[in-house]
């Protein structure tokens, strides 16, 4: 007898119990176990929520604030201003290189038809220093010399002075520095002329005439310069045979 109680206590704990309504009810230890996890779902869904409206509240705002307010929007008007400033800033630096380039040019053409013809220049101050010297040696007198030498010698001179002419026209001088300062520019030293009548560096010879164009050296004129303290009258002849 004792043993069939226990056994039916046993059971009546294993079995669910039946409430008035005729309903089985879980066991009270079931019953707890349920509750909490209830509670823990609860409490992780809760938590998960609040997580995630905490994030979506932040990016609202985040984008809240980067979105520009209607005061913050740019002004027309300033922006076309700016870009009016920028386009004539631009056209200003053009108009400048033009006016630059502009001048460039007229320099460089006004200097071609001013030294443009340097190489021929230079090539022709040797056949003027031959015809300068065919009328050099012409005499003074032509009354004694008979017709054809007589017209040959004037053609000679005549033809010279029309050269003299052309080219002074076209801008080439002849350096003729006889009785001037010695110039490193204009003149190249042959030899010294020792004097006690004239200054060191006054040009006493001309050896050979130069030639300018313009401004610009076709040719210098080589020349003697004087050397004071030395006796008048001696050359230094060692100085013309090294010329």
């Known amino acids: 007898m004792t043993n069939e109680k226990s056994i039916n206590s046993k059971k009546s704990k294993d079995l669910p119990n039946e409430n008035g309504n005729g309903q089985v009810s879980p066991n009270s230890d079931e ?113 004694t010399l008979d017709e054809t030498t007589k017209s040959l010698i004037t053609g000679i001179q005549l033809s010279w002075t029309e050269l003299q002419s052309v080219i002074e026209k076209h801008g080439i001088k002849r350096v003729e520095p006889h009785g001037e300062k010695f110039d490193y520019n204009l003149h190249q030293a042959m030899f010294e002329v020792p004097t006690l009548d004239q200054p060191s560096g006054v040009v006493l010879e001309v050896v050979q005439h130069g030639y300018v164009l313009h401004d610009r050296l076709l040719r210098p004129a080589m020349v003697g310069v004087s050397k004071a303290g030395e006796p008048t009258g001696k050359v230094n002849d060692q100085a013309k045979k090294d010329c």
């Open 31 to 143: 019953q707890k176990a349920s509750d909490q996890e209830t509670s823990v779902g609860g409490s992780k869904s809760h938590i998960e929520n609040a997580a995630t409206d905490g994030v979506v509240s932040y990016d609202l705002n985040s984008e809240a604030s980067e979105a520009p307010t209607a005061n913050e929007v740019e002004d027309p008007l300033l922006v076309m201003t700016a870009e009016r400033d920028e386009l004539k800033d631009q056209l200003l630096r053009a108009m400048a290189d033009t006016e630059n380039m502009r001048r460039r040019s007229e320099r460089e053409a006004a200097n071609v038809r001013k030294y443009g013809h340097t190489p021929f220049a230079r090539d022709l101050v040797g056949a003027i220093d031959n015809l300068a010297r065919a009328v050099e040696s012409a005499p003074d007198n032509l009354e």
